[in-house]
């Protein structure tokens, strides 16, 4: 059975993350616009690979499917935002669960149940979800906790069942993001190493073996138009990111990705380096490697992984993996402030350590997370909002849609003006993505954002210069600043919106023609609108079949 302080940590997390959806902070997000998008499109055509609002157009194989798919499968029924909202609810109340099954192959079930308890309030987990807002990401690194349990499982019992869900989590875990691929042999390192004197190391290499050429074979099927669309895929020029930065020398990369990232289990990473069972060697080496990941163009680490590569990537992922990997520490080290608390009321002390010490942890944890809540409104990394109907009206006049617009200023709510209307842009929000070289070129994440961009607004000329050819006919400004780079490319003003948002014209576009997809592939779009529902849904049926298994077959360690 689930300790019954892991269904309270379930119950505290629906409740506390509740707070956040009630209040739509995931509105306030970097990516949740981008991500209700993609979703918007599986709901209009399942099987369409080609989506025409960004880019001019582009394929959306180049981003996994199956978070947006369970997000399109409500929007029928209560719209792009509230099925973003629920689903993002969904995956945040699990966290605690999949802690703790995570937790369990290194340590037992209190400690494990601590950790579970205190990931209902971890910042990181908040801060990911509301404020990068990255629900794919967040949905995948919670099927690999999972996956990490099943394959520990699996080397332990060595039975079919166990394979065949460890197999199905990994490919699951594939369809819902592609970049977890770079945190699974942290988590086999982890497992294995702590496995050592176990077990007969040849039979154990021979059924890892076995796992890891299924599970390959899994998650290439899964969605493998995505890794044909990778391979045809050449470097776009970098896009500056923060946490590419030196954290030495730049604080304001430690503001964003490493304090947040942490929170306040950066007080736990002192303590992996004292003496821990032998059962921990493992996963003290995941973490220093993810920890040095983390940190970016601070160390040289991921240059040397990752060649001129590493300079697409971003390494808040690596933090984030980073702090799952200390909450089998942090419940440890609860243990250890409980046993010493039993000791001091053994002395007689009148205060009871025990509770309090534990209660004060949960505390400073919850204070850390719901804090987060405000971190939009003290540091907004957006515009304010824009109401965004005068715009859609304006477009909807005259015909004007069927012209392409670009906005200026808006940050991601462009995204959100992207749902609004049927008219398109040659911008978007998942840059590796596009294929227009005046934007791969570019070296700036959006043409709407370039205002706040490292290279300034001026590296929109070329963009500007072109525009007219792409169909670009209407620009709507936010930020005065970009008045005199229009004014330059022969742009002309001519009115401002009830919102306050200006309208400028391209007298030089040329009207579109009709975005085309490639050549349709049947088969891509067949196995692209089911094998990723599919794994889930024989994930699911697995996990359900034999829920007592998972407890029953758990290894179990002293606390």
Not at 104 to 123: E, N, P, Q
Request: hydrophobic share 50%.
């Amino acid at each position: 059975m689930i300790p019954r302080r892991v269904l309270f940590a379930i119950l505290l997390s629906f409740l506390c993350h509740g707070i956040f959806i009630f209040t739509a902070r995931y509105r306030l997000s970097y990516d949740a616009y981008t991500h209700m998008l993609f979703a918007d499109h599986y709901a209009r055509n399942w099987f369409s690979l080609w989506d025409t609002r960004w880019y001019a157009g582009f394929t959306v194989v180049s981003y996994p499917p199956l978070v947006h798919q369970l997000i399109a499968l409500f929007i029928p029924f209560i719209g792009f935002d509230a099925a973003y909202a629920i689903i993002l609810w969904c995956v945040v109340t699990l966290y605690p669960i999949g802690v703790y099954a995570f937790c369990r192959i290194f340590t037992g079930r209190v400690a494990s149940s601590y950790a579970a308890l205190a990931s209902a309030v971890l910042l990181p987990i908040y801060y990911v979800a509301y404020v990068f807002g990255q629900l794919p990401f967040l949905t995948s690194t919670l099927f690999a906790l999972f996956g990490a349990a099943a394959l520990n499982r699996y080397l332990h019992k060595s039975n079919g069942y166990n394979l065949a869900l460890a197999v199905s989590l990994a490919a699951t875990t594939m369809a819902a993001h592609h970049a977890t691929l770079l945190v699974q042999p942290f988590f086999i390192a982890a497992i294995v190493l702590s496995r050592i004197n176990k077990q007969n190391w040849r039979k154990s290499l021979l059924h890892l073996s076995l796992f890891g050429a299924i599970a390959l074979l899994a998650a290439l099927v899964v969605i493998w138009p995505f890794w044909k669309w990778g391979m045809g895929q050449t470097m776009q020029t970098p896009i500056d990111h923060l946490s590419r930065h030196n954290f030495l020398t730049d604080p304001k990369a430690q503001v964003y990705f490493f304090w947040p990232l942490y929170g306040p289990l950066v007080v736990v990473i002192p303590f992996i380096f004292a003496k821990w069972p032998k059962r921990f060697r493992g996963l003290i080496m995941a973490f220093v490697g993810l920890f040095l990941l983390g940190l970016g163009g601070t160390t040289p680490l991921p240059l040397l992984i990752f060649g001129s590569n590493w300079q697409w990537l971003t390494y808040d992922r690596f933090t984030f993996w980073a702090a799952l990997f200390l909450t089998p520490f942090l419940g440890s080290l609860l243990i250890i402030l409980r046993r010493k608390a039993r000791s001091s009321a053994e002395l007689q002390v009148r205060i009871k350590w025990r509770h309090w010490v534990l209660n004060l942890v949960l505390f400073v944890f919850m204070v850390t997370s719901l804090g987060s809540w405000v971190i939009q409104i003290y540091f907004p990394t957006e515009p304010p909002a824009i109401n965004m109907q005068p715009i859609v009206e304006f477009l909807n006049q005259d015909n004007r849609s069927q012209w392409r617009y670009l906005t200026f200023g808006f940050g991601q709510q462009y995204a959100y003006l992207n749902l609004l209307t049927t008219a398109t842009t040659i911008d978007g929000s998942y840059h590796t993505a596009r294929t227009l070289p005046e934007l791969r070129n570019s070296g700036i994440a959006e043409i709407d954002t370039a205002l706040w961009s490292s290279r300034g607004i001026s590296a929109v000329d070329p963009i500007l210069k072109k525009a007219g050819v792409y169909g670009v006919r209407w620009g709507f400004v936010n930020h005065r600043e970009y008045n005199p780079e229009l004014e330059m490319n022969g742009w002309l003003y001519r009115t401002t919106l009830s919102n306050g948002i200006a309208v400028w014209e391209n007298p030089n576009s040329i009207l579109p023609h009709p975005s085309e997809p490639p050549l349709p592939d049947r088969l891509a779009s067949l196995s692209w609108g089911t094998l990723p529902l599919l794994s889930l849904i024989i994930t699911s049926g697995l996990a359900l079949f034999s829920c007592s298994r998972w407890q029953g077959s758990a290894l179990r360690y002293d606390a």
